[in-house]
């Protein structure tokens, strides 16, 4: 049974920092992309970042890039997004995904994603 576990959320003030985790579970599927989404209160889920499996490629959403850097650790098969100058408008519940197609040609897009985390909250307030 395929599973996708996130953990690191949380509450942080303005300008903190969070780093979010994604372990995945034995599984037969080749992955071969993981990304991170999130979804504010009211608002369509959103792609943050995503990571090719192989070569490492990445790419982000322009609100995060050069605050946010997305890496993986295919031994412990775990992807990490390091979340640093956290800002108001960063608060959502963020949600890890993989899929067995490399798309880091493009932008993370939901709709691309077959298989989902549970979310994990963030919170960004003083």
């Known amino acids: 049974h395929l599973q996708l576990v996130e953990s690191g959320g949380g509450l942080v003030q303005p300008g903190g920092s969070l780093r979010l985790s994604c372990a995945t579970s034995?599984?037969?599927?080749?992955?071969?992309?993981m990304g991170w989404f999130r979804q504010a209160p009211g608002k369509e889920r959103e792609g943050v970042s995503h990571?090719?499996?192989?070569?490492?490629?990445?790419r982000y959403a322009d609100s995060v890039k050069g605050r946010f850097t997305i890496s993986r650790d295919n031994v412990k098969n775990t992807v990490y997004l390091q979340m640093n100058s956290l800002i108001p408008e960063d608060t959502a519940d963020y949600y890890c995904?993989?899929?067995?197609?490399?798309?880091?040609?493009?932008?993370?897009?939901?709709?691309?994603?077959?298989?989902w985390g549970q979310g994990t909250q963030v919170t960004v307030s003083s």
């Open positions: 995904a993989a899929t067995i197609f490399d798309l880091t040609l493009a932008g993370p897009r939901p709709r691309d994603y077959d298989y």
């Open positions: 034995e599984t037969t599927l080749d992955f071969r992309t």
């Open positions: 990571i090719s499996l192989s070569d490492g490629n990445t």
